[in-house]
T-cell receptor, first 114, second 112 residues
Framework: EPEVTQTPSHQVTQMGQEVILRCVPI?????FYWYRQILGQKVEFLVS????????KSEIFDDQFSVERPDGSNFTLKIRSTKLEDSAMYFC????????????FGPGTRLTVL | SQKIEQNSEALNIQEGKTATLTCNYT??????LQWYRQDPGRGPVFLLL?????KEKRKERLKVTFDTTLKQSLFHITASQPADSATYLC???????????FGTGTRLLVSP
């Protein structure tokens, strides 16, 4: 069964450094998402992406964040200058076009900012 | 603003019993509601979707009800097994049908 994959599984970085989290969505999906989950808290929406542009973003997704689909398979989340409070699990999700909003999540990247 | 509430206390039950989890929402009239399972350190996994015009949906040992008057969904696992131990998340689509808004989840512990 097709799955969303994410790399790396764990990323440790110093505050102020740039990180890029990578995702490979399910191949025939057209909507892509990033969510994050701070330890012990709920899953929070960051951004949705469709047709090579951002379709919606949350207040969390400020100028330090960006997303890109550099080729036909990868979907990336970049944090330009990480802060301590960016430490969280980051989940990529994808879904088919049309139909209902059932999203398929990757296993996540645990980002630790020191 | 939209608010989704799930019981934050863990639910402990014995194997073989039925687990019932609750999701309440306010300031919202969703066209459908979804339930996901999340294991520690893993991403949410889709389980079931129920539409506003459906009272009940079943999948194997899982059953979901949706009461749009009470603004509540109940999630049942019958004949529960230790492997069912996980956190169960209720999720609603936002009005633009883009993002999912998740509840905090309820942790279920099934003991042998």
């Amino acid at each position: 069964e097709p799955e969303v994959t994410q790399t790396p599984s764990h990323q440790v970085t110093q505050m102020g450094q740039e990180v890029i989290l990578r995702c490979v969505p399910i191949s025939n999906h057209l909507y892509f998402y990033w969510y994050r989950q701070i330890l012990g808290q709920k899953v929070e929406f960051l951004v949705s992406f469709y047709n090579n542009e951002i379709s919606e973003k949350s207040e969390i997704f400020d100028d330090q964040f960006s997303v890109e689909r550099p080729d036909g398979s990868n979907f990336t989340l970049k944090i330009r200058s990480t802060k301590l409070e960016d430490s969280a699990m980051y989940f990529c999700a994808s879904r088919l076009a049309g139909g209902l909003n059932t999203q398929y999540f990757g296993p996540g990247t645990r980002l630790t900012v020191l | 603003s939209q608010k989704i509430e799930q019981n934050s206390e863990a639910l402990n039950i014995q194997e073989g019993k039925t687990a019932t989890l609750t999701c309440n929402y306010t300031n919202y009239s969703p066209a459908y509601l979804q339930w996901y399972r999340q294991d520690p350190g893993r991403g949410p996994v889709f389980l079931l979707l129920i539409r506003e015009n459906e009272k009940e949906k079943r999948k194997e040992r899982l059953k979901v009800t949706f009461d749009t008057t009470l603004k509540q969904s109940l999630f049942h696992i019958t004949a529960s097994q230790p492997a069912d131990s996980a956190t169960y998340l209720c999720a609603l689509p936002n009005t633009g049908f883009q993002k999912l808004v998740f509840g905090t989840g309820t942790r279920l512990l099934v003991s042998p």
